[in-house]
């Protein structure tokens, strides 16, 4: 064999081999990417998945979100419609007053405007309004309804109005047809579909939002209220109030919300949805409360988280309880509530509601200044008002004392009467202070009276009488 021959044998073993080396090197590879291939597929799905899930998440969230402010937009929506309804009432009811000619008629309508006044403040507590355009408003509104329910007080006595007073509803009217030119100037917009109440009603930094400044300024330099109402004798009383019966201890938005959810309302079917903080003579959590497909308006204090105001509605339908078994559902609702035992002390019904006053005793000593009143649906059979500022005021333990026998007392009445119950109570004075007495229900040929007699004097320090209005009785 040649030499070229022996070199082409060796580079042809070489070739061989090397060929050899590639091959099993891609089969090596091959079998590499084979072992691969089921950890690829199962890392792509797995991340498919997380993908997956985040993006459901995401939905989720988006989707929570939007029915959160879809809950929020109807409770402002709802608030708004009926705080205008109301205003528009108020203002055509104040307007035809001075047209009335009689005591009965005049009565009647200052019901309907102390009613329309509560929905009002209602409404505004409920809706993004921030202090520097509402408190002079709130103000007006509680002060005016303190105004109806003196005078349907006075008319119940059987005193004519004065023409000051006259005047005084006359002034209210004007500053009325303001405010109310003012909201239906806002309606238009909301009519249109140009609104959206959560987009306007976020506050900016200096504590305003678009929704106080598209309704305008409803402060006193803007809205001619009376001065009688603003700085008159009702006013004292909203103003120079110490809170008393709630302690310092401030609970936090979840408690309160987990107060009314596992506390007020446990056991029952209702939904319940946050809607702002308000701060006025109580700084409160206010929420939303649908129960039975009819909305309620329920505020809890920051301090101590007590249920202080619920407001809601009834239809007008025949009763299917009895006085007495909404007198019940109302000290029921009330300890469930956590204000203890309460006594009623005094019912009014009127067509299928029963308005119930509720007070605390202490040493079978009934507390009058410490009132809970609540409102009972006697159709619906359920709780449809709640107020407890006096409670949340006053509450307190009293150091009760009494120098004279009720024997002793009794003898303030004098003659001609039939005894009908009797028992202790402390009660506030016209100058706020508290005095124990002894309270005796008599009946006279008069008709139905009740005596205070001072428990440590002697001397008769109050008398109310009942009378009937419509049907309805009343202690004046």
């Not at 082409?8 to 084979?34: C, F, G, H, P, Y």
């Amino acid at each position: 064999m040649n030499k070229n021959n022996k070199i082409e044998e060796r580079i042809e073993k070489t070739t061989t081999k090397r060929d050899l080396n590639e091959d099993v090197q891609r089969e090596k590879k091959a079998s590499k990417a084979q072992k691969m291939l089921p950890i690829l597929i199962v890392s792509c799905v797995a991340l498919l998945v997380i993908l997956g899930a985040v993006l459901i998440a995401f939905y989720q969230l988006k989707k929570t979100d939007k029915q959160n402010a879809k809950t929020l937009e109807s409770v402002y929506s709802s608030s708004y419609y009926s705080m205008v309804d109301s205003v528009n009432n108020l203002q055509v009811n104040a307007d035809k007053f001075e047209t009335l000619t009689t005591s009965m008629s005049q009565r009647s309508l200052l019901k309907d405007m102390e009613q329309d006044c509560s929905y009002i403040i209602a409404g505004l507590s409920v809706l993004p309004i921030d202090a520097q355009n509402s408190n002079s408003a709130i103000k007006f509104f509680n002060q005016l309804s303190g105004v109806c329910e003196a005078y349907i007080t006075a008319i119940d006595k059987g005193e004519e109005l004065t023409s000051e007073q006259l005047l005084l509803i006359d002034k209210a009217e004007q500053a009325l047809s303001i405010i109310k030119s003012k909201l239906n100037t806002h309606n238009d917009m909301v009519k249109k579909g140009e609104y959206e109440f959560i987009t306007n009603g976020i506050f900016n930094s200096e504590g305003v939002t678009q929704f106080s400044n598209s309704i305008g300024d409803l402060t006193s330099n803007e809205v001619d209220y009376p001065t009688m109402i603003f700085d008159g004798p009702f006013s004292a009383a909203l103003e120079n109030k110490e809170i008393k019966g709630l302690s310092e201890v401030e609970v936090s938005q979840e408690e309160a919300y987990e107060y009314l959810k596992n506390t007020v309302y446990k056991n029952d079917d209702v939904q319940i949805n946050f809607v702002t903080e308000t701060s006025g003579d109580f700084d409160t959590y206010d929420f939303e409360i649908i129960k039975n497909k009819i909305t309620y308006t329920a505020q809890v204090s920051k301090r101590q988280g007590l249920l202080l105001n619920l407001c809601g509605y009834a239809e007008k339908e025949d009763a299917n309880i009895s006085s007495e078994q909404a007198q019940q559902m109302a000290i029921n609702f009330a300890k469930k509530a956590g204000f203890g035992n309460l006594v009623a002390v005094w019912v009014e019904v009127n067509e299928n509601v029963a308005y119930i006053n509720l007070a605390p005793t202490q040493d079978g000593v009934i507390l009058y200044p410490d009132l809970v009143k609540v409102k009972v649906d006697m159709f619906a059979q359920t709780i449809i008002g709640f107020e407890a500022k006096n409670y949340a005021f006053n509450h307190v333990k009293r150091n009760i004392t009494t120098s004279i026998s009720i024997e002793e007392a009794e003898k303030e009445l004098g003659f001609d009467y039939k005894l009908l119950n009797t028992r202790k109570a402390v009660i506030a004075l016209d100058d706020a202070s508290e005095v124990s007495v002894y309270e005796f229900v008599c009946e006279r040929i008069g008709g139905l009276f009740y005596y205070y007699v001072d428990a440590n004097n002697g001397n008769l320090v109050e008398i109310l009488k009942v009378v009937d209005s419509n049907g309805t009785p009343l202690l004046v």
